[in-house]
């Protein structure tokens, strides 16, 4: 459903990502980890259409970034501590607009924003400018921007960062219930206690390569650990200087 | 690319630009405020300061022995306030009249000394210290000398009479002078200047908000998450931007007309300020906006915040302050050179077109020279948003927007259509302004057609990587396809009829000037040997305008999948380079005409061969005692184009344009 095919991403004389490869089936979420600076944002904009790799390429439910980004970013919703939401809207009005991009039927881009105004309790503020909103608020709507064309693969790269511990899991709760409905899931954090409740897989990312991937038992056993913290700790330290 | 998503987006960021209020304050309530303070305020703040110049009494120094009569005839002729009489002049006059002046305790200082005349009598030497520097000192410094002629010449008059002459010989000259010098003068110099700030400034904030801002407020990242192509993301705040700079310069026009119609009856002095003018100042307006905001748009989104927005932007909006000032600078008149400096021109024209000074073809230069420059900025506005790392960083963006593209393969697009358009344009204006003097005019026509519109058109496709012979239509047309160029023969004649008679009775502005225009070229050809005549005016331009217009432009634009936007763009281009207003409306809908054919037979023969016999007829008219009968008759002129609408019938179905995908394969870009 999501692949990564040796990707690539060259800054220059930089490499920020160096053949990285993984997959995402449907209904799997899978966790990205890495310390600051360790090439997820690269990696996940990368697969998202929005940046082209210099090597390998990206696949979304059989589209190619490589060869049609465009097709890529139908099939796909990203949510990203940078993606924000137009200040002077409201969250009705940027789904709205967004419908309006992905080309949906007028009629049924009218259900789905209210279906997901009512899903993720944005009734008493959607309505207000985002401008208006706190930042709990402002991630519900932007969740729904990216759940709104019902893409069957999402990438999250860290959604819950801002957010308190009600909103936290309350977005993380949105994810298991799009996993069970059989949407492939890509999902970057620095929070290991958010992989050990959402994530079946993770890739361990560090300085642009993947040290390790596969079921998070497996990767403790690997690393002699038996936490992911742990075995987080365990691939880093060695390899950061 | 798709139009609705195009109009989405552009609905989206005209609907963020209008909830944001200094936006509006700038749009709406600054001129709103601007011209009415402009014309009652400085009128009576200057008013009113200078009637008190003259209404206050003369603060005067009058050093040595003054006769009474000068006294008397001084207080007749002025009010005079003698601040300080001395009976003897001090010994360094000019000193103490500098103190006295700078401390304006008096606006001038008199010095008398009696000079003897032969034969008895007493002539008056009068020393004048007065600082005209002063602001206020040109008003005082006028009644004074006035006063001093009027008491001269009255005791000259006083001293004939005496001695038994006519005063009135002591007057041999009677001068009386008409001054045209009109006070509305000063707005036709100074309203340029206004309104094109007003114009750049109206579009300032909406560039770098939705360029810059949405970077910095991280919404530009959300959009490029969705499936947007990068021209319909950029043609949608072009579009808002555009309609800001026009709105700004709409509400400038609109609340100057109001103004000068509340306060000065529809005109200040010699300026006329009628809705026609009005109308014309908005339409030199229409392509510097485009340009503007094509420029602030690529300039904006290099900025990763609106503060460094601003920063990047105000140079640019020093640049256009600098350029406007054009109109301001005397001596500076709109020449064919300066028609085609972008600012400057429109700057320039905006005072002729203020002054009614103008004519139809200077202002067709200068709307398409800046038309051109403002496509130019639009395509480098559209590489710079294809560009990744300057939408979602900033960093490092002149490489990676001018770098080269790398890959083989088919480059050519209705981008690059265009700009060839907007590059041919300003070389052959440039051209027709450098070699006008030093060629013939079959040497200028010839240069244009073949060095610039052909050369530059092969050129242009070749480095593209597009295949000639499907960019150029190289191809004999179908049976079918040759019986509709028959047919169009007599079709575009009769066009021809049919135009002319609509201009004679419609009459627009522009047409006698266009109508003398074309004879004088057409007597010009006539001179020339009908070989060559024909060869230049309409051999070349058949071959070199058809393979500019209906083969780069038509199989450019063909390139975004719409049969309409090919036909009616070509056709707008072509007309665009005709630069007269009348001729750019009569080349505008022969080009119609012509690309349909050449789309429908695919094949440049078309368009050549109707070309050919539009422009050849012209020569050979010209040479005719009487015109031709269609061009004298509606029935004869309609009756001829009948054949020429069945021939588009015949045609209808076969004028397609490839798929946009399949027309245009998207390289992928250069990896770092």
């Known amino acids: ?55 390998g390429e ?28 137009s200040q002077r809207l409201s969250p009705r009005e940027v789904l709205t ?10 009629a049924h881009l009218e259900r789905r924003t209210e279906e997901l105004i009512s899903r993720f309790e944005m009734g008493p503020f959607a309505d207000k400018p985002c401008g208006t909103l706190s930042a709990g608020q402002k991630q519900r709507a932007n969740v729904a921007r990216a759940f709104l064309h019902d893409p069957p693969a999402l990438i999250l790269d860290e959604p819950t960062t801002a957010l308190d511990v009600l909103s936290g899991r309350f977005l993380l709760d949105a994810l298991r219930a799009a996993r069970d409905a059989g949407k492939a899931i890509l999902f970057s954090t620095h929070v290991m206690g958010e992989v050990d409740y959402l994530c079946d897989r993770v890739v361990l990312l560090h300085q642009g390569q993947a040290l390790d991937q596969g079921p998070i038992p497996e990767v403790c056993a690997r690393a002699g650990v038996r936490t992911l913290t742990e075995a987080f700790l365990h691939y880093l330290p060695s390899r950061s200087t | 690319m798709r139009w609705s998503i195009t109009s989405t987006l552009f609905r989206k960021d005209l609907r963020e630009a209008l909830r944001d209020r200094r936006t509006l304050a700038l749009l709406v309530g600054v001129p709103l405020l601007l011209y009415p303070l402009l014309l009652v305020g400085s009128a009576m703040v200057t008013g009113a300061a200078t009637q008190q110049l003259w209404e206050r009494p003369l603060k005067l120094a009058l050093w040595g022995p003054a006769p009474a009569w000068l006294l008397e005839e001084m207080d007749e002729a002025e009010l005079v306030e003698w601040v300080e009489r001395r009976d003897t002049i001090p010994e360094a006059p000019g000193r103490e009249a500098l103190a006295l002046l700078e401390e304006r305790q008096v606006q001038a200082v008199l010095a008398l000394k009696g000079v003897p005349v032969e034969g008895g009598g007493e002539n008056l030497d009068v020393e ?17 000398r006035r006063a001093l002629d009027q008491v ?22 009677q001068v009386k002078q008409t001054d045209f010098r009109s006070p509305g003068t000063w707005l036709a110099w100074g309203l340029p200047y206004l309104l094109l700030c007003a114009l750049v400034m109206s579009g300032f904030y909406p560039a770098i908000d939705v360029t810059a801002g949405e970077k910095e407020r991280g919404t530009l990242q959300t959009l490029l998450c969705a499936p947007v192509r990068p021209l319909e993301v950029v043609l949608g705040k072009y579009g808002v931007v555009s309609l800001f700079t026009l709105g700004g310069a709409l509400m400038n026009l609109g609340a100057l007309g109001l103004a000068i119609a509340a306060i000065a009856g529809g005109a200040v002095g010699q300026v006329q300020v009628s809705m026609g003018v009005l109308v014309a100042v908005f339409a030199a307006l229409v392509p510097l906006a485009l340009l503007v905001s094509a420029m602030m748009l690529a300039v904006g989104v290099m ?16 640049l256009v302050m600098v350029a406007a000032y054009a109109a301001i600078v005397p001596g500076l008149e709109l020449t064919p050179t300066l028609a085609l400096v972008p600012i400057v021109n429109v700057s320039l024209l905006l005072r002729e077109l203020l002054m009614a000074k103008v004519s139809a073809g200077i202002f067709g230069v200068v709307f398409t020279s800046t038309l051109a420059w403002a496509v130019a900025g639009l395509l480098l506005a559209a590489r710079i948003f294809e560009s990744e790392q300057v939408l979602l960083s900033g960093e490092k963006p002149w490489r990676d927007v001018f770098g080269r593209k790398v890959g083989r393969g088919d480059h050519f697009s209705p981008g690059s259509a265009l700009l060839y358009f907007a590059v041919v344009l300003v070389a052959s204006l440039l051209a027709g302004v450098l070699l006008w003097k030093r060629l013939p005019l079959w040497g200028v026509l010839a240069v244009s057609q073949v060095g610039i519109f052909l050369a530059v058109a092969v050129l242009w496709v070749k480095r593209s990587g597009a295949d000639m012979r499907e960019v150029f239509s190289l191809r004999l047309p179908t049976g079918r396809g040759a019986l509709a160029v028959v047919l169009l023969v007599p079709g575009v004649l009769g066009l021809q009829g049919v135009l002319g008679r609509v201009l004679e009775a419609v009459s627009p502005p522009g047409t006698e000037e266009f ?89 440049l023969l078309a368009g050549v061969v109707l070309h050919f016999v539009n422009n050849a007829s012209g020569v050979l008219w010209a040479r005719m005692e009487t015109p031709p009968v269609w061009t004298q008759s509606w029935q004869v002129a309609l009756a001829l184009c009948v054949p020429g609408v069945v021939a588009l019938w015949l045609l209808r179905g076969e004028a397609t344009v490839p798929a946009p995908e399949q027309a245009a394969p998207v390289p992928l870009p250069e990896a770092d």
Request: aromatic content about 6%; glycine content about 12%.
């Open chain 2, 515 to 603: 109508a003398r225009l074309m004879e004088l070229l057409m007597k010009e050809s006539a001179r020339w040997p009908l070989a060559l005549a024909l060869a230049v005016v309409a051999v070349a331009p058949a071959v070199c305008e058809e393979a500019a217009f209906r083969g780069v432009m038509l199989s450019g634009l063909s390139r975004t999948g719409s049969r309409t936007v090919a036909v009616v763009g070509s056709a707008l281009t072509f007309g665009l380079l005709h630069i007269h207003p009348v001729h750019v409306l009569i080349a505008a809908v022969v080009g119609l005409v012509l690309g349909y054919a050449t789309l429908g037979t695919r094949s």
């Open chain 2, 128 to 144: 004048l210290y007065v600082d005209t520097g002063r602001p206020e000192a040109g008003v005082a410094h006028g009644r004074l």
């Open chain 1, 97 to 106: 607009f967004f419908g309006q991009l992905h080309e949906l039927e007028p």
């Open chain 2, 303 to 318: 900025a990763r915040s609106f503060k460094e927005g601003q920063n990047y932007l105000t140079p640019l909006l020093l």
């Open chain 1, 58 to 85: 990206g696949l979304v439910d059989g589209a190619s970034t490589a060869a049609d980004a465009f097709r890529v970013k139908q099939r796909l919703g990203f949510l990203s501590g940078d993606t924000a939401l």
């Open chain 1, 1 to 55: 459903m999501l692949e990564a095919r040796g990707l690539t991403k060259h800054y220059g004389d930089f490499t920020a990502v160096r053949e990285v490869s993984f997959t995402v089936a449907a209904g799997e979420v899978v966790g990205l980890l890495g310390p600051n600076g360790a090439g997820k944002t690269t990696l996940l904009r990368m697969l998202a259409g929005v940046l082209t790799p210099s090597g």
């Open chain 2, 152 to 173: 001269g010449q009255h005791t000259v008059r006083a001293r004939f009479t005496q001695l038994g002459l006519s005063p009135e010989l002591a007057e041999p000259l």
